[in-house]
């Protein structure tokens, strides 16, 4: 009969390579010396012989289990089942940013217990807070550069007029000038850029993580849903999800954007106007979505409503020293 240490030498081994809890010293004493225990006969080999066996009569011997099965049997050890779904016999996980957070994801729900949708949101929300002193400085920036638009706008009016005539030399002193205005007050039109560069990675990465999830499909995650959508592996039938998307993304471009740039601008304007169209025309796109990928989709958009109102209220303004905005 293999000895106790063995035993839990065993099952710390299956423990961890299935990803399950292992036992505690106090948990295994307790699971091994269980009430009326009898230890199971032997054959002189020391084979562990089946229940009702007789170790005087071989016929009797129909053990159909390896010793280590026997003894884990007999001494009351809970059979090991996967805490988690194996993300490498799916085809997920891996090093590449999708992998990766792939792995994240399917660790952070394991650990917390909390359902997917809970934690597809919170590691959204944990994200956009991570990019929150970026999303300040890109404020501090838009209010700068919208200040100092009367003055942008004479300088290049004067460098447009200089080229019409062929004046390069004094184009050239209208753009060093510019370029001297934009340096002195600290900000540039580029550093505009810096937040959408940022996030777009991560809306791509977010995409083809949960999309590839549901797709497997990861099993956790046909329950891992809330209220009406509680298969998150499968798409939105009510279409409330789609919806809810699209109108919180045309809500933040109503709004002005994450930028909050100036209305006057004919380029903004433009931009508006295309945000809208496209605002509308994801919706026939969407709806054949699982509903996992709008759990990130709609935190995202509803954290970026949250993020303007607030960039946009004058006490909070105040507060975080951005500069008011001259109307």
């Known amino acids: 009969l293999i000895g106790a240490r063995s035993m839990r030498l065993y099952v710390v081994f299956r423990a961890r390579s299935l990803r399950c809890r292992v036992p505690s010293c106090r948990q295994w004493r307790l699971l091994s010396t269980p009430t ?16 009702g066996a007789s170790a005087a009569d071989p016929s009797t011997w129909t053990s159909t289990s390896s010793p280590l099965d026997t003894v884990a049997h007999a001494s009351g050890v809970p059979e090991l089942v996967p805490a988690v779904d194996d993300l490498a016999s799916l085809g997920l996980g891996g090093y590449t940013p999708v992998g990766l957070l792939q792995t994240v994801l399917d660790t ?13 949101a919170g590691a959204t929300v944990a994200l956009r807070i991570a990019l929150l002193p970026l999303a300040f400085k890109m404020q501090v920036n838009a209010a700068k550069l919208q200040n ?9 009016e004067r460098a447009k007029y200089y080229r019409s005539i062929g004046d390069s030399k004094s ?11 934009y340096r002195s007050h600290q900000c540039s039109p580029v550093k ?18 949960l999309r590839k999830m549901a797709a497997a499909p990861l099993e956790s995650m046909k329950e891992g849903g809330a209220l009406w959508f509680t298969d998150l592996t499968a798409i939105d039938t009510t279409y ?4 809810l998307a699209a109108g919180s993304f045309l809500l933040n471009v109503e709004l002005g954007g994450e930028s909050s740039s100036t209305q006057d601008n004919p380029t903004h304007k433009m931009t508006k106007n295309i945000l809208r169209v496209m605002s509308v025309a994801i919706l026939p796109i969407s709806i054949n979505f699982p509903s996992g990928l709008f759990m990130y989709w709609v935190t995202n958009s509803l954290f970026s409503t949250a993020q303007i109102l607030c960039f946009k209220n004058h006490t909070v303004r105040k507060f975080l020293n951005i500069p008011m905005k001259k109307r």
């Open 171 to 181: 184009q050239a002193d209208e753009a060093v000038k510019l370029i001297d205005l």
């Open 192 to 209: 505009m850029f810096v937040m959408p560069l940022a996030q777009v990675p991560i809306f791509i990465s977010f995409f083809m993580a």
């Open 148 to 156: 100092l638009q009367p003055e942008t706008s004479q300088i290049m």
């Open 108 to 120: 952070v729900h394991f650990h917390t217990g909390l359902p997917w949708w809970a934690t597809i």
């Open 240 to 243: 409330v999800l789609p919806l």
């Open 36 to 51: 009326g225990y009898t230890p199971p006969l032997q054959s002189s080999s020391g084979e562990a012989l089946p229940s």
